[in-house]
């Protein structure tokens, strides 16, 4: 299948500053990219998804300048939270899918382990 | 809107044995994919199994199978011969036509020895 890369792989970071995710896709062109939040023991939550050149749509409820998103390349989008706070401290997932089908299996990174002292 | 309910928070299971984990959805698309993920405690994501809205068998793969009762909106996956490695969370997935793949709440099955 499909592979798809994220780094850092966890980072710890001070209050107030920001961190940077990156999400590649190394086999394939995704031209939609999308970001997850996982707080532990729950679900995937959907907090945007990317379009290779286009702005990011956000879910409700996700702060779009908290939580910039760019996507440049049809291999690469980055997720930076800005002015981190403790209670970002999460499981970022994103995943890359080749199409926007219903039957367009999507293919996940390792995640990123947000920790914000 | 898409739904996915898994209402099995935990499960327990004999190491050999097989168990099944509940799943149901609801939307109004006539075509969407049912997907089923595995993910251990390390967090990564894997992919099991996908099922299509219009496929006439149940999707079948190694150990894994899904029991696709479209029209009673279920897609439960069933594990066959239960390993140690088996024990992870697992998620029942839909996407439709709004192509964002929604994910039920997960079950944590826990194999034993």
Same mark, same amino acid.
């Given at each position: 299948?499909?592979? !798809?890369?994220?780094?850092?792989?966890? !980072?710890?970071?001070?209050?107030?500053?920001?961190?940077? $995710?990156?999400?590649?896709? +190394?086999?394939?062109?995704?031209?939609?990219?999308?970001?997850?939040?996982?707080?532990?023991?729950?679900?995937?939550? @959907?907090?945007?998804?990317?379009?290779?050149?286009?702005?990011?749509?956000?879910?409700?409820?996700?702060?779009?300048?908290?939580? @910039? $998103?760019?996507?440049?390349? @049809?291999?690469?989008?980055? @997720?930076?939270?800005?002015?981190?706070?403790?209670?970002?401290?999460?499981?970022?997932?994103?995943?890359?899918?080749?199409?926007?089908?219903?039957?367009?299996?999507?293919?996940?990174?390792?995640?990123?382990?947000?920790?914000? +002292? | 809107?898409?739904?996915?309910?898994?209402?099995?928070?935990?499960?327990?299971?004999?190491?050999?044995?097989?168990?099944?984990?509940?799943?149901?959805?609801?939307?109004?698309?006539?075509? /969407?994919?049912?997907?089923?993920?595995?993910?251990?405690?390390?967090?990564?994501?894997?992919?099991?199994?996908?099922?299509?809205? /219009?496929?006439?068998?149940?999707?079948?793969?190694?150990?894994?199978?899904?029991?696709?009762?479209?029209?009673?909106?279920?897609?439960?996956?069933?594990?066959?011969? &239960?390993?140690?490695?088996? &024990?992870?969370?697992?998620?029942?997935?839909?996407?439709?036509?709004?192509?964002?793949? &929604?994910?039920?709440?997960?079950?944590?099955?826990?194999?034993?020895?």
């Amino acid at each position: 299948g499909a592979v !798809v890369s994220q780094h850092p792989s966890w !980072v710890i970071c001070k209050s107030g500053t920001s961190v940077k $995710i990156e999400c590649r896709s +190394l086999d394939f062109q995704a031209t939609t990219m999308f970001w997850y939040r996982q707080f532990p023991k729950q679900s995937l939550m @959907l907090m945007a998804t990317s379009n290779e050149g286009s702005k990011a749509t956000y879910e409700q409820g996700v702060e779009k300048d908290k939580f @910039l $998103i760019n996507h440049a390349s @049809l291999t690469l989008s980055t @997720l930076t939270v800005t002015s981190a706070h403790p209670e970002d401290s999460s499981f970022y997932i994103c995943s890359a899918a080749t199409g926007t089908s219903p039957y367009n299996e999507q293919f996940f990174g390792p995640g990123t382990r947000l920790t914000v +002292l | 809107a898409q739904k996915i309910t898994q209402t099995q928070p935990g499960m327990f299971v004999q190491e050999k044995e097989a168990v099944t984990l509940d799943c149901t959805y609801d939307t109004s698309d006539p075509s /969407y994919g049912l997907f089923w993920y595995k993910q251990p405690s390390s967090g990564e994501m894997i992919f099991l199994i996908y099922q299509g809205s /219009y496929d006439q068998q149940n999707a079948t793969e190694g150990r894994y199978s899904l029991n696709f009762q479209k029209a009673r909106k279920s897609a439960n996956l069933v594990i066959s011969a &239960s390993q140690l490695g088996d &024990s992870a969370m697992y998620f029942c997935a839909m996407r439709a036509n709004d192509y964002k793949l &929604s994910f039920g709440a997960g079950t944590t099955v826990t194999v034993r020895a």
